[in-house]
């Protein structure tokens, strides 16, 4: 049985720091891409980040130069550190694994597996 177990989620400041985890079992863990995507409320899920098993790495533009994803294989797990946060993060985060290729990897329809969400809010 796969599960993904998102953590890490809290009340913070805007302008603050926060890492998000997603521990994985039940899988071939090398064999997935994992993903972070986001639901504010009111709005539908979006693309975040996501970590090929060989470490390449694609971002929103929203979030680039201030979310950081990777992976570590031995505990596997994916996480998400985000830096200056801006109010317009807050959300409901997601992880996600899926064995899709290519750019589809991005696609919220693509993901095989979910977290349960971790929820962020950023306060003014």
């Known amino acids: 049985q796969v599960q993904l177990v998102d953590a890490g989620g809290g009340l913070v400041q805007a302008g603050g720091s926060l890492r998000l985890s997603c521990a994985a079992s039940?899988?071939?863990?090398?064999?997935?891409?994992m993903a972070w995507f986001r639901q504010a409320p009111g709005k539908e899920r979006e693309f975040v980040a996501v970590?090929?098993?060989?470490?390449?790495?694609y971002y929103t533009d929203s979030v680039k130069g201030r979310f950081t994803i990777s992976r570590d294989s031995a505990k596997n797990t994916v996480y998400l550190q985000m830096n200056r946060l801006k109010v317009e993060d807050t959300a409901l985060y997601y992880c996600?694994?899926?064995?899709?290729?290519?750019?589809?990897?991005?696609?919220?329809?693509?993901?095989?597996?979910w977290g349960q969400g971790t929820n962020l809010t950023v306060s003014s």
């Open positions: 970590i090929r098993p060989i470490g390449t790495t």
């Open positions: 039940g899988l071939t863990f090398s064999s997935y891409a």
């Open positions: 996600a694994a899926t064995r899709a290729v290519g750019l589809s990897i991005l696609r919220r329809s693509a993901m095989d597996y």
